[in-house]
């Protein structure tokens, strides 16, 4: 079985990004010095699950930097050739969360980090996300992206750890009740 975990930033009104996009008030907020774990975190991870977003985003973002293998879910997307420079590297699908989860298990991908706002909404309505790592950045933003959208249910967490720090920084990994 193939669990999704989740990395992620928002402000302290819930959002990954503003309605552009722009996600500068994280970036602003970044401090090098600090360990807020992302190499714990993607230590045991097999694989790199993301929305056309999150991967949109990243290109804009300099040099490719991920050393696990990626799979964007894109209808869009699906229909294109992979760039040449990320040949071997990333690769496109246009299954929904579950069938893809369902054949990473087939091919014995066991952990994989999921990102990308609707991506990772999409896998909580399906039951596919084990646990999350969302560290609050201190800012109010007042619109964006959600993190979290409409739900058919409760899903229902347990708070696993909590730590903040000095840049003001507050970091909760839930982990998500079945």
């Known amino acids: ?65 991920y050393d696990r293998p990626v799979l964007v879910l894109s209808r869009q997307l699906a229909r294109q050739p992979v760039p040449a420079h990320l040949q071997g590297k990333v690769r496109f699908s246009d299954t929904t969360p579950a069938q893809a989860f369902a054949e990473l298990a087939a091919q014995g991908v066991r952990r994989v980090y999921v990102d990308g706002g609707q991506l990772i909404q ?15 950045v201190p800012v109010l933003i007042g619109a964006g992206r959600p993190l979290f959208g409409a739900l058919p249910r409760d899903i229902g967490l347990a708070l696993e750890s909590s730590r903040h720090f000095p840049s003001g920084l507050v970091q909760s990994t839930w982990r998500v009740l079945r």
Do not use: N, Q
Request: with cysteine.
């Open 122 to 136: 999409s896998c909580l309505r399906d039951g596919l996300i084990a646990d999350m790592v969302v560290t609050t």
């Open 1 to 65: 079985m193939t669990t999704g975990h989740v990395f992620i930033a928002t402000s302290l009104d819930g959002y990954i990004a503003r309605p552009d996009g722009d996600i500068g008030w994280l970036l602003e907020r970044d401090d090098p010095a600090e360990d807020h774990g992302y190499a714990d975190f993607i230590a045991d991870k097999d694989m790199i699950v993301m929305g056309r977003g999150s991967y949109e985003k990243v290109l804009t973002m300099g040099d490719w930097f």
